[in-house]
Each structure stands twice: as C-alpha cells, then as structure tokens.
C-alpha cells in the first residue's frame, strides 16, 4: 500500500488551520464540567408556579433545558422548561421538577449517566439563567400554554395525532392533550 506524500508544510498549514478552527469554536471552553455546586438560591421558593423547588430541581431543569434544547432558540429554551413545569402541576406527573424530568421515558436524554456529563460551559449558563428566570419570576406567562409534550420535527411519534398542536419554536413541535389542568391524561 503506498502512502501519500505531502510536503512538510503543507501538514503544518493544515495542523494550524484545525488549532484556529478548535479556538474559535471555543473547544477549550466547551468541554469543560459543571460542578454540582450551584450557586445559591433560596432553599424553597413557592412562585407562580405553585410548586416549591430548591438548589436540586434548578439544577435538574439547566441540565433537561441544556440536553434538549441546546441547540434552540432561546424561546425554544424556554418552552423546553415550560413542559416541565406544566407537568409539575398535572395530576399524572409528579409535583417536583426533578421527579418529572427523572420519569421513565420522559426525556429522552436523561439515564444516570448524564447527571455528570461534560457539557459547554456558556450553553449551560444560558440553561441555568433560564431556569431560574422560570422558576423565580412571578411575571414570567409562559411560552407555550399547558403543552405537555413536545418532540423534534424530523420525528413523528404515534401520539402526536391525539394531541393539539400550540405551537413550533426552532425544532420541536409543543403539544396540549386538549384537557384542562388537572384532568388525567389518556395513555398512549
């Protein structure tokens, strides 16, 4: 098998040219770990959304904001962590907002082995802004009105056609089930 040959130079270019491409993507910075210490916040706040969260569940709700929603518009963002939060005051999810996002098959990102999972350091601090302007700012109306679900828009899951559509920000479809809060949801 012959080898190609290219002159020194050339690898040097090319070496250099992925060092400048690396650094201005941030590589350095982007793969860095959140610890676990969040800075402080209230031990429980009980706001508009009636539900009380501490240091844990603003934590739950950057990371569930931050592996969904990444690569969102920022009112995609918000609307990733408005659908927990309505689940929170549903009858057929639990009432804390780790609970929620911990559920079997309720995001499809989280298993035990992301809670300590490298993330990007600036797209986590923009997940953590979010979630506590969500959790804490009693003004705050919500993004999209009692959605309980949403998927990608290359997806179209079995469920979708029982649900009523509120809205598209950036890729995801945000769903209702069409049912008043604290109603129970059908299964499916």
């Not at 844990?56 to 962590?81: H, M, Q, S, T």
């Not at 999972?117 to 802004?129: I, N, R, T």
């Not at 979010?130 to 919500?142: K, N, V």
């Amino acid at each position: 098998m012959k080898y190609l040959k290219f002159p020194r130079w050339a690898l040097l270019v090319v070496a250099l040219l992925l060092w400048v491409w690396l650094l201005a993507r941030g590589f350095y910075e982007m793969h860095t770990t959140i610890p676990l210490e969040l800075p402080p916040a209230p031990e429980s706040v009980n706001r508009n959304w009636g539900v009380d969260w501490n240091d844990e569940d603003l934590y739950c709700l950057a990371l569930n904001i931050y592996f969904e929603a990444r690569g969102e518009p920022v009112e995609g963002k918000y609307a990733v962590g408005d659908v927990v939060m309505y689940r929170t005051q549903h009858a057929d999810y639990p009432n804390s907002v780790c609970e929620v996002i911990k559920a079997k098959g309720a995001f499809s990102w989280y298993n035990d082995e992301y809670i300590n999972a490298l993330v990007d350091g600036k797209a986590f601090e923009e997940a953590l802004f979010i979630s506590e302007d969500i959790l804490t700012d009693p003004q705050y109306p919500g993004m999209v009105n009692y959605s309980l679900f949403y998927h990608a828009t290359y997806i179209d899951p079995y469920w979708a056609d029982d649900r009523a559509k509120v809205a598209r920000i950036g890729g995801h479809v945000f769903y209702s089930s069409a049912l008043k809060r604290g109603d129970p949801i059908p299964n499916g």
